[in-house]
Nanobody, 116 residues
């Protein structure tokens, strides 16, 4: 089993920044992909960014150039640095660990609110 614990959300003005952290515990494999999803108010959960064990990253187009995902494999921790935040970035952000394309583990979520 894997447990994921997020931290770092909060309220920030537009143009500001936040750094989210996700600490994973349990059995972590080198093939696991870690990711951040978000769920805006009244909308479906969406993939924001992902990173492989080797450091290959992917970003959703609206955050590309503003968000940076990173991973510390020694600490089993993934980070999401979010700069130049916009009101449309508001939502609950969830940490995800994906395994072999079929198994997903989720954190409890952390609220990010960007005021205009």
């Amino acid at each position: 089993q894997v447990q994921l614990v997020e931290s770092g959300g909060g309220l920030v003005q537009a143009g500001g920044f936040l750094r989210l952290s996700c600490a994973a515990s349990g059995s972590i494999l080198s093939t696991d992909v870690m990711a951040w999803y978000r769920q805006p108010p009244g909308k479906a959960r969406e993939l924001v960014s992902s990173i492989t064990y080797g450091g290959t990253t992917w970003y959703e187009s609206s955050v590309n150039g503003r968000f940076t995902i990173s991973r510390d494999n020694a600490r089993n921790t993934v980070y999401l640095q979010m700069n130049n935040l916009k009101p449309e970035d508001t939502g609950v952000y969830y940490c995800n660990l994906g395994r072999q394309f079929t198994i997903n583990f989720w954190g409890q979520g952390t609220q990010v609110t960007v005021s205009s």
